[in-house]
């Protein structure tokens, strides 16, 4: 009788689990297909834990109260999950022979093109020698109405005018080629599909789950840099109704805020929520022609600015 309640039990989950396996999953690009291994060498061996033990885990990294160093990335995967989702998973886990997933050996593709170093150029096609010289006008005697704008049709008809279609369709996270910056310090693209990481609010930025520093080693990802964690913007407050900034008083002390050459940096353990929305500033890479040619040539000190930012270094450069 118990085994007979047992495999309804499972079978029920099974059946309304399809959304659940995807998750399952998920977990298993880093922790083995048949769950056996240490997350990025540092969790628990998932598949010698009981369903009781998952149970608590998972609800743990929920509530912010479990794990060490692998508790925002843990996080971030569960936070938006219910509960009762949660022990579906778990028991999923412990019930499945093994999760066949293509990103069971993503990281280990990201490591490898890490490893070897290579990045794709950003303005290889954009800077083309013939293309700048077929579109330079100011040589040319006579300019077609054709060339005269950034459309490339009729100018008397719309019927055939559409704009340039952005496709963003990259690889998925885990096996994708990193983009060389733009130019020296320039916040690298996203060389991956977003597709279910956004939007990315303050409460889960699913980003952090292969950025942090602790973490982007393991998998051959970018770590979030030290500026990220830092705040660099003057302590502001208010004293007896006046505005302090930097301990001074606006108006009076600091006549303005630009008269603050270098702000008290303020370095923590954790991003800085002035920072969190990554996609402000990293753009993932569409799969389309410029409008135009580009005769910018990026001028980095060395080969390893193409991939690494020095910002850090000579962030006060002309300052001081």
Do not use: W
């Amino acid at each position: 009788m118990k085994k007979l309640i047992k495999r309804v039990i499972i079978g029920s989950l099974l059946a309304t689990a399809s959304s659940y396996a995807v998750s399952v999953a998920v977990c298993a690009g880093c922790h083995g297909q048949n769950f056996e291994k240490k997350a990025m060498g540092k969790s628990l061996v998932v598949k010698d834990m009981s369903i009781k033990e998952i149970i608590a885990a998972l609800k743990g990294y929920k509530a912010g109260t479990y794990g060490d160093t692998m508790k925002q990335m843990m996080m971030t995967q569960v936070i938006d999950v219910k509960d009762s989702d949660l022990e579906a998973m778990a028991m999923l886990i412990k019930i499945n022979p093994g999760i066949q997933t293509e990103q069971a050996t993503g990281f280990a593709a990201t490591a490898a093109v890490a490893a070897a170093g290579v990045h794709i150029d950003l303005n290889e096609r954009a800077s083309d020698e013939m293309r700048i010289e077929q579109e330079d006008l100011g040589n040319r005697n006579t300019v077609s109405e054709v060339a005269l704008g950034l459309r490339k049709t009729d100018l008397y008809s719309e019927s055939k005018t559409y704009g340039n279609q952005a496709d963003y369709d990259r690889p998925a996270p885990g096996s994708s080629t990193k983009f060389e910056r733009a130019f020296k310090d320039a916040p690298p693209m996203i060389p991956h599909s977003v597709e279910g990481l956004l939007p990315i609010t303050k409460m889960n930025n699913q980003c952090l789950g292969c950025h942090l520093p602790e973490v982007a080693p393991a998998v051959g990802s970018t770590p979030i840099p030290a500026t990220h964690f830092t705040n660099y913007r003057p302590e502001t407050k208010m004293k007896d109704g006046e505005v302090l900034k930097e301990g001074k008083i606006v108006g009076k002390e600091l006549g303005n805020t630009s008269d603050i050459k270098i702000a008290k940096s303020h370095k923590a353990d954790t991003l800085y929520q002035g920072r969190f929305n990554c996609t402000q500033c990293h753009a993932p890479q569409s799969k389309m022609q410029t409008a135009v040619a580009n005769t910018f040539r990026p001028d980095f000190g060395n080969n390893s600015e193409k991939a690494h930012s020095s910002l850090l270094d000579h962030m006060n450069e002309g300052i001081e």
